[in-house]
């Protein structure tokens, strides 16, 4: 529809893609934060277990389950939110298996740009259908994203069905088949990862 409105006004879209600027100085910030929890330079994932609308929470044990799964492949674990939900993650935390790192714990509020600055350089982000969904969308990080009977899933979803997988309340309901999506999400990126080694290791010896 908006594309429609720069139609009329001989504006020449530029595609469907969505993007957020990071300042060079919100970059710092994230850069200094990273190093403080000793994960600067390395890969983590972000969960994401809030929503401004209480409703469209997955529950939290389901993320405990997903977050103790990330464990047993040795992933570091952020966890992402905002002051108000300090409490939420708190009660992830303590039913996680393994350390985790709570940012709202760590570093109290980040403003928009910090937390895209944390998101830039994540392996994956689960979460909630919320707003954190729509900057790992603009950044192309991979993202599994569970909808809830209150979301519109055909007009919210990340338009790159590879990159992001949305998943809808009835399948969500059982924890092990989102695992399932973020399992394959993770293979995909070790496979990339693996892919891109060899061909640095050739360019080298070369």
């Known amino acids: 529809r908006f594309f429609k409105l720069l139609e009329c006004l001989n504006i020449q879209p530029q595609g469907t893609h969505l993007e957020f600027p990071i300042t060079r100085s919100e970059l710092m910030r994230v850069n200094r934060m990273l190093e403080q929890i000793g994960l600067n330079g390395k890969r983590y994932v972000c969960l994401h277990p809030g929503a401004r609308d209480p409703r469209r929470r997955w529950p939290v044990d389901h993320f405990a389950f997903i977050a103790n799964q990330l464990a047993t492949r040795d992933c570091s674990i952020i966890l992402t939110g905002s002051m108000a ?16 790192i709570n940012l709202v714990e760590a570093f109290g509020h980040l ?30 990080v991979s993202s599994v994203i569970i909808f809830s009977p209150f979301s519109d899933i ?21 924890p092990h088949h989102v695992w399932e999506k973020v399992r394959l999400l993770l293979d995909a990126d070790d496979r990339e990862n693996a892919a891109s080694a060899i061909q640095n290791n050739q360019a080298a010896c070369c």
């Open 111 to 140: 403003n928009a740009g910090e937390l895209a600055g944390i998101l830039k350089y994540a392996q994956l982000l689960i979460s909630n259908d919320t707003g954190v969904s729509h900057l790992a969308s603009a950044l192309q």
């Open 85 to 100: 939900e300090k409490d939420l993650l708190g009660d992830l935390q303590r039913k996680v298996q393994k350390p985790v």
């Open 154 to 174: 055909g007009r919210w979803r990340p338009l790159d069905g590879q990159l992001h997988i949305a998943i809808p309340y009835a399948e969500a309901a059982d």
